[in-house]
């Protein structure tokens, strides 16, 4: 489609890197998808491509499974001009933080909170920790996950999600942004379902930022009628646009980078009228000074 903006610069807050190793952790790949190299810095490449297809200039890829941050270190180190680095932790294990300042100082810039995924509140002291550990250098967020969570090439392979989502609801994260005001915290999918709660924290916490990706299909979970531009127009009216990122979910080949989100995204953001200005923003710009 042809956006009703100019300059927009696209950087996507939200790329799963689905590395050898993150394929290698869960047992096997799906059916139908391409099975990626075993240098990570191979798939940089075939990401690189794909990105240029699309005019996306940036993208922050996830290392989507604890213990592989590894791979996107190496797609960072390869392409640092292109990419930002963010990695799945699961804070309770006992190497937590020594992976997680590996991790910083292996150039990654987000630690990513899965608490439904394993199974931790987030008044836990070891989040905290990480925290502590993310407000140690400018240019570190943490992004935690809320709401419902269904991890598709789980479904595919035929695994288990044992997931809990009492821990799910952006409201737990009140104190601890509220603790450290020195770190910027995203969470994604608009909260996925909770977003009432995730409008309530972004308005209470000024350094909680929202992301738009994926087909927010958690829109069917609510009472009324809501669709994307409803949507978007509340998350402004509450955050503004200096604190939402656009963002994909993208994730594997050979789908690849998913432009029919932006698509979607773009044509509900331009149905409420925003300005160019603001479109400049939420597709790239917020992203970039968050991370600078």
Not at 54 to 62: D, E, N, S, T, Y
């Amino acid at each position: 489609m042809q956006i009703p903006w100019n300059d927009i610069v696209l950087r996507d807050a939200h790329v799963h890197y689905f590395s050898h190793g993150f394929f290698t952790a869960l047992g096997g790949v799906p059916g139908g998808w391409e099975a990626p190299p075993e240098n990570p810095a191979a798939l940089a490449a075939r990401w690189i491509s794909e990105l240029d297809r699309h005019g996306v200039a940036r993208a922050a890829l996830i290392a989507s499974v604890h213990g592989d941050e590894g791979s996107v270190a190496a797609a960072v180190t390869r392409f640092p001009e292109r990419f930002y680095g963010w990695f799945m932790l699961d804070p309770t294990a006992s190497d937590a933080l020594e992976r997680a300042e590996r991790a910083f100082h292996s150039g990654l810039r987000g630690v990513c909170l899965f608490p439904a995924m394993h199974r931790y509140p987030l008044s836990h002291p070891c989040v905290a920790e990480v925290c502590r550990l993310a407000a140690a250098s400018p240019g570190r967020i943490v992004f935690v996950h809320c709401g419902a969570l269904s991890v598709g090439v789980r479904k595919l392979l035929g695994l288990a999600s044992p997931f809990d989502m009492r821990y799910s609801n952006p409201i737990d994260l009140h104190p601890v942004a509220l603790a450290h005001p020195g770190v910027n915290f995203i969470v994604p999918h608009f909260g996925a379902g909770y977003f009432r709660e995730a409008l309530m924290l972004s308005d209470l916490c000024p350094n909680v930022h929202l992301d738009s990706s994926s087909s927010n299909a958690w829109m069917r979970y609510q009472p009324e009628e809501l669709d994307l531009a409803r949507v978007f127009r509340r998350a402004l009216d509450v955050a503004g646009p200096r604190r939402i990122l656009f963002g994909t979910d993208s994730s594997c080949f050979p789908r690849g980078w998913q432009r029919a989100i932006f698509e979607e995204q773009a044509r509900a953001l331009a149905q409420i009228g925003i300005s160019a200005a603001d479109a400049r923003l939420i597709f790239g710009g917020n992203l970039e000074r968050l991370l600078s």
